[in-house]
């Protein structure tokens, strides 16, 4: 039943977004998107390669992939050092 009705309200004409967010202006990830589209136009291989880089910028935007495994590997390392396993979180210099 859910399924059936998440997929009637699909049209089978649906476009594709328009880059506008969802209180006007520009979604915040539009710009990564013009520019990976951008790229794909002038892409002379087929394996993507060349627009890897846009691709990936336009993913971390959507996802925040990147962030969050910044974030994981900074509250691992403060979770060492109150753990007793750092170096006194001073940066030490060994002198």
């Excluded at 520019?35 to 794909?40: A, H, M, P, Q, W």
């Excluded at 627009?51 to 990936?56: N, Q, T």
């Excluded at 971390?60 to 962030?67: A, I, K, Q, S």
């Amino acid at each position: 039943f859910f399924s059936a009705t998440l997929h009637s309200s699909y049209s089978a004409n649906a476009t594709m977004s328009s880059g506008f967010g969802l209180r006007g202006g520009i979604g915040r990830c539009y710009p990564f998107w013009a520019e990976y589209k951008e790229c794909l136009k002038t892409e002379e291989r087929n394996d993507g390669g060349i627009c890897m880089p846009s691709r990936e910028d336009y993913f971390e935007c959507l996802h925040n992939r990147r962030e969050h495994e910044i974030v994981r590997a900074v509250n691992a390392e403060e979770k060492k050092q109150k753990e007793g396993g750092g170096s006194g979180g001073h940066g030490g210099g060994g002198e």
